[in-house]
């Protein structure tokens, strides 16, 4: 089973639309936990940390479900500009800078 | 202040031969990590160096070493380069006292690295 585990992709969806990706993670002492972006042939970007209270950036809302070892990301009134691949990331206690990635969704906005 | 910043950006090399990538880390970083990249996949971590030492090592074969040089920046070195190690090798850089958290993490753009 790996280590983190995301909705196989791609997304399609019209702009406007919301979309919502999903994550778990097997390893209960994770820490930390972050989307990131990444965009075709680039490398990752943060896009943001997820907190156990939830948090939201503008269109973006993330939730952390600790019990469920659940992440997870919605965006609202997708834009073109947001079709990338989004990555779950995890960093588990006691193991430093070592970021767990999933494999990535890819979303794709059109118009 | 320049971010992290890797060589080559692509490089093509055939099965058997031995390659290098360098890194060097954002100014203020002492940590650096290395991961591989496959088409379709997230990264995956390779290992990280502090202080000149290896701190870390992911699930990669003993033909991946690596280098940390006083300035912090480091060196990736693979041999007996096989088809299946073409990738997208990413340098990540941080404070090791920070380094648990994503935000001080850094990231190059990477080496595209083809085995033909």
């Known amino acids: 089973r790996k280590e983190v585990e995301q909705d196989p992709g791609p997304f399609n969806v019209p702009e406007g639309a919301t979309v919502a990706f999903n994550c778990t993670y097997s390893?209960?002492?994770?820490?930390?936990f972050f989307w990131y972006r990444q965009d075709c042939r680039k490398e990752p970007k943060l896009l943001m940390s997820?907190?156990?209270s939830g948090n939201e950036d503008g269109r973006f809302t993330a939730q952390l479900n600790r019990a469920s070892q659940y992440i997870s990301l919605l965006i609202r009134d997708s834009k073109l500009s947001d079709s990338a691949t989004y990555l779950c990331?995890?960093?588990?206690?006691?193991?430093?800078?070592?970021?767990?990635f999933g494999q990535g969704t890819e979303l794709s906005v059109k118009p | 202040d320049a971010g992290v910043t890797q060589s080559p950006t692509h490089l093509i090399k055939t099965r058997g031969q031995q390659v290098t990538l360098r890194c060097s880390p954002k100014?203020?970083?002492?940590?650096v990590s290395w991961y591989q990249q496959a088409l379709g996949q997230g990264p995956q971590f390779i290992f990280q160096?502090?202080?000149?030492?290896?701190?870390q090592r992911g699930n990669f074969p003993d033909r991946f070493s690596g280098h940390q040089f006083p300035n912090y920046s480091s060196e990736l070195n693979v041999n007996a380069l096989l088809l299946g190690d073409s990738a997208l090798y990413l340098c990540?850089?941080?404070?090791?006292?920070?380094?648990?958290?994503?935000?001080?993490?850094?990231f190059g753009e990477g080496s595209w690295l083809t085995v033909v």
């Open positions: 990540a850089s941080s404070l090791l006292d920070m380094d648990s958290s994503g935000n001080t993490i850094y």
């Open positions: 390893n209960s002492a994770s820490q930390s």
């Open positions: 997820v907190y156990s």
């Open positions: 990331v995890v960093n588990v206690y006691n193991q430093g800078g070592k970021l767990i």
């Open positions: 100014s203020g970083h002492d940590t």
């Open positions: 160096y502090y202080e000149e030492e290896e701190r």
